[in-house]
């Protein structure tokens, strides 16, 4: 049976994405789910953070966006395994990105001086 490893994420940047290495940029990215909650009728929301191993293109790509922008991310899931100094068995879950846009930049909040004529 034939099998499928592809992951479609719109979230927003954690934080600023960083050269590890000269072909691999990593970061974190956040998507939320909200839901309105029958019992309290209140708003609730979850967010998940995921992270990103961008390589090479992917990387440049990744490489252009800054914390806080709305980006798409098109990858797979990948789980690295490693054992620790102290011989601990250790498991990372991300996403090896293999394209990204952006979806969006947040607007920079409009300074307004109390001396400044309101333009109404």
Known sequence: MASLNRVLII?????DPEMKTDALAVCSVATTERWLDKQSDEWKSKTEWH???AWRYAAE?????EKGWTVYVEGKIVT???TD???NDKERVSI????????AKPQAA???DADDE???
């Open 11 to 15: 979230g927003n940047l954690g934080r």
């Open 80 to 82: 690295d395994k490693w």
């Open 51 to 53: 992270n990103l191993k």
């Open 96 to 103: 090896d990105v293999q394209d990204v846009k952006v979806v």
């Open 118 to 120: 309101m333009p109404f």
């Open 61 to 65: 790509k990744l490489m252009r966006c």
């Open 110 to 112: 409009a300074k307004v």
């Open 85 to 87: 100094q102290e011989g």
